[in-house]
């Protein structure tokens, strides 16, 4: 099931076990929209509930300090900045074995 919200983004989307909508599996709720382009809404945060094997697993993103069409750090790109000691090879054939 999908709804909008009143400048018609998706808000909500919810999945159901079955076509009655008696069990519900899982919700996604959509709100704090950023605008980012002439056409483009981005939800700043998104929340998430889902039940699985019996258990209920919650899980909520946020965005903030978005920058659209900005130049990124090349820090960003190294591997080597985010993991320590560890080889990154272009093919797996050069892989110690």
Known sequence: MLA?????????????KSRDLA?????YQ????????NDCWLAARQRA????QGDTLRETRRF???QVNQPLAAGLFDPKT???????????????E
Do not use: G, P, Y
Request: glycine share 0%; net charge negative.
């Open 4 to 16: 909008a919200d009143a400048q018609n983004r998706l808000a909500r989307l919810e999945f159901f």
């Open 23 to 27: 069990e519900r599996t899982a919700v």
């Open 64 to 66: 903030d300090n978005l």
């Open 30 to 37: 959509f709100d704090n929209f950023l605008h980012v382009t």
């Open 49 to 52: 509930e889902v039940q699985m």
């Open 82 to 96: 985010f993991f320590k000691d560890i080889e990154f090879v272009a093919d797996f054939s050069e892989l110690d």
